[in-house]
């Protein structure tokens, strides 16, 4: 069965989407069956991927709204291994169709179910929010993975996140789990990043990833290539950063599962 990871962070701009893309990309070029979730109306991560929603392609919405088996809306990419359900600005009426449904927050949770099996892992890049469809990606999930970008506000949002999830775990989903905290954007030249990367360190140690993403020019253009880095620039500081972070990802995977 694969697991689930909500990539979540209230706060925008943190590198959320950069963060599943990228990670999800590393992970399939090491051979894991990956699925990314593109749960954020916004549909980023659908774009960045070289995909194009037009008119009548079934997308998460469909899924969510009108019963259409996720297997129907999935969509192979680029990248050997990793294919994406796909998302489109419709998504952001989801929230207020949900509203009176039974069991709405276990919405998306219900799509992925009857697909995980298929998928070593299924990311979900979730909306910078904490609604329903966030919610949704929480009870789905079975940890979260969450961006924080190394900036003045770093930690804002960090401590409402954490709320949100402690009441997911207590109302619906009782095995959530953090699975760690990536720091974003760090750019070693600034004294501010490098101070707040030491508080982070000092405050969140046990859950901190080693890996840290730097700030890369390569990074910032591969969306634009409608590719992953390491498919545009394999040699790049971005890729090297990602797929440390995958490697990082799969050993803190593997222990869990008391695997050497």
Not at 16 to 45: F, H, R, W, Y
Not at 54 to 74: F, K, R, S, W
Request: hydrophobic share 40%; with cysteine.
């Amino acid at each position: 069965m694969g697991k689930i990871i909500a990539i979540a962070n209230q706060k925008g701009g943190v590198g959320k989407t950069t963060t599943a893309i990228n990670m999800g990309a590393c992970l399939a070029v090491l051979e894991k069956k990956i699925l990314l979730v593109d749960a954020d109306p916004q549909a980023n991560s659908t774009s960045g991927l070289g995909i194009e929603t037009h008119p009548g392609q079934l997308t998460v919405y469909d899924c969510m709204i009108n019963n259409v088996p996720a297997a129907e809306a999935i969509i192979k990419t680029a990248t050997p291994n990793l294919s994406i359900l796909p998302s489109h600005i419709d998504l952001v009426g989801a929230e207020l169709e949900l509203v009176s449904r039974m069991r709405r927050e276990y919405t998306l949770q219900t799509v992925l179910d009857k697909v995980r099996d298929e998928y070593d892992y299924i990311l979900i890049d979730c909306m910078p929010s904490l609604g329903l469809l966030a919610v949704n990606a929480l009870t789905a999930a079975d940890s979260v993975l969450i961006p924080i970008q190394t900036e003045i506000y770093a930690l804002e949002g960090l401590q409402k996140l954490k709320n949100t999830i402690s009441l997911v775990k207590e109302h619906l989903n009782p095995n959530l789990k953090i699975e760690g905290i990536v720091m974003t954007m760090y750019d070693s030249r600034l004294r501010l990043a490098n101070m707040i990367l030491e508080e982070v360190r000092q405050n969140l140690s046990d859950t901190l990833y080693t890996t840290i993403i730097h700030r890369n020019s390569k990074i910032s253009e591969s969306p634009s290539m409608k590719a992953p880095v390491i498919m545009y620039d394999a040699a790049s500081t971005g890729s090297m950063n990602f797929m440390q972070l995958a490697l990082e990802f799969l050993k803190r995977n593997d222990d869990e599962k008391g695997e050497t």
